[in-house]
C-alpha cells in the first residue's frame, strides 16, 4: 500500500511544488496550509510522514511538531521539518521538538525525494546504507588527554592531513566537544554548526546520510565535523547517546575518523572510546600532567581498551629545561611513549595566525616528520 504523506506549508505554491513531487513517486498526498489544520489531518488521517513547514502564520512547525508528540495517537509519525536556510541557526532548539530529519528551501526534487524516501525506509527498519554504498565501517581512533592545553587538536588535525595524504583513503576529523570546538577556529573555517543540528534530532534518527550533510571540506582533502565555538551549546555534551550515535554512524563515511575528545574520561568519552579501534594518549612533559594521563591511561585500560591499541604520545610545547625529559616521563609513567613531538611555539603561532596546519606550513619540518610517523603507525595499526 502506498504510503501517506501531509505536507504543510502556509506557502501554497510551495505546497502544491512538493505535493507534485511526492505524488510523482506513487505516494499519497494530503495538503494543509496552516498548523491547526495539520493536527486535524494528523489525527484523522494518520499520515506515515508529515513534510512540515517551520514559519507559519498561527501554529509554527515547532508547536505542530510538539503536539503531535505530546499526543500518543500521533506520536510515531515521522517530521521531516522544511525552512528556509536563514532560520536554520534560530531556530535549532525548535528541532528539538522532534523533527526526524530537516530540509531547507529552496530544494532539489531529488533531494526532497531522497529524504523522504530514507526516512521512511528507517521506519520500516531497511537500512539505506548499502544503497548508499556506505556498508563498510571505517576504523575510528581516538585522540585524548587528562587535561586541556596540551595539544590534542593540533595533533588530531595534522594527523588527519598526514593519514589522508599517505594513505589516499578518506579520513574524517571530529571534534567532539560542542561549545569547545576548536578545530574549526583553528583553520578559520565557519559554519561550525553542524553538530547542533544532529543534536536536534532523535538519536535513532542520526544517519550517514545526515553526518554527511554537514561534514565540511579543508583544503587537504580531509572532511571536517565541527563542533559549534559558542560557551553556550555546550549544553549538548550531556546528550551521551547523540555522541555515540554520530560515533557510529560517522565510521560509514570514511575509511577513518579521527575524534579530538579533548580531556578527561568525560560520559561521552568512555562511549567513544569503546568505539575506538585505536587511541592516542596525548601527554606534556609536567610532572602533575604525567601523573594524571598514567591514571587516565589505567582507566582505560580498565575500560577494555587494550594496552597495545593505546600509543602514547608526549608533546613538548616548550624548550627542553623547562621541562621533564623524555627518560623522566617514561620512568614516571612505567610505560614507553611510542611518539615525541617537538617544541615548535613559532610554528604552532604561525600556524594559528594563518589557519594553516602546522604540517602544511612547513612540509618538511621535524614536527611534520614526527606527525607523518604517528600517521604511518596508525595505519600499519588498522591492517
Ligand atoms: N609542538 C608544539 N609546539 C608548540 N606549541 C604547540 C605544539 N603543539 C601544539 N601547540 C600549541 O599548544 C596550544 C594548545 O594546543 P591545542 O591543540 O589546542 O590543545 P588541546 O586540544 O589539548 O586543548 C596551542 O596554542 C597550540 O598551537
Ligand atoms: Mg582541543
Known sequence: MAEKILVVDDDLD?????????????????????????????????????????????????????????????????????????????????????????????IQPKELIAHVKAVLRRKTGVHSISELNYSEEGHRIAFISAKGGVGVSTLAINTGIALHGLSKKSVIVTDFRPGCGSIGLELGMTNAQGFNRLFALNPAAISPQMIEK??????????????????????????????????????????????????????????????????????EPIGQTVTQSKDLYDLMVELGLSAGNIILALVNRQRAGMQLSLGQVQDQLGLKIGHVFTAAPELAYQAQVSNTPMILRQTDGVVTQQVVSLAQRLLQNSR
Request: hydrophobic share 45%; proline share 5%.
Open 14 to 106: 510551495t505546497l502544491r511544488l512538493v505535493g507534485m513531487m511526492l505524488e510523482g513517486q506513487g505516494y499519497v498526498i494530503l495538503a494543509a496550509s496552516n498548523g491547526q489544520q495539520a493536527l486535524n489531518l494528523a489525527r484523522s488521517e494518520r499520515p506515515d510522514l508529515i513534510v512540515l513547514d517551520l514559519m507559519m502564520p498561527d501554529i509554527d512547525g515547532v508547536q505542530v511538531a510538539r503536539q503531535l508528540r505530546a499526543d500518543p495517537q500521533t506520536q510515531d509519525i515521522l517530521i521531516v521539518m522544511f525552512t528556509a536556510k536563514t532560520q536554520m541557526e534560530e531556530k535549532l532548539e525548535g528541532f528539538e521538538a522532534g523533527a526526524d530529519d530537516y530540509l531547507t528551501k529552496p
Open 214 to 283: 554537514e561534514l565540511m571540506t579543508h583544503p587537504s582533502g580531509v572532511k571536517l565535523l565541527l563542533s559549534s565555538p559558542q560557551p553556550g551549546d555546550a549544553r549538548y555534551l550531556n546528550s551521551v547517546d547523540h555522541f555515540h550515535a554520530i560515533c557510529r554512524q560517522a565510521a560509514y563515511l570514511a575509511h577513518f575518523v579521527i575524534f579530538d575528545l579533548g580531556a578527561s574520561l568525560t560520559p561521552v568519552n568512555r562511549k567513544v572510546l569503546k568505539e575506538c579501534r585505536q587511541v592516542v594518549l596525548v601527554i
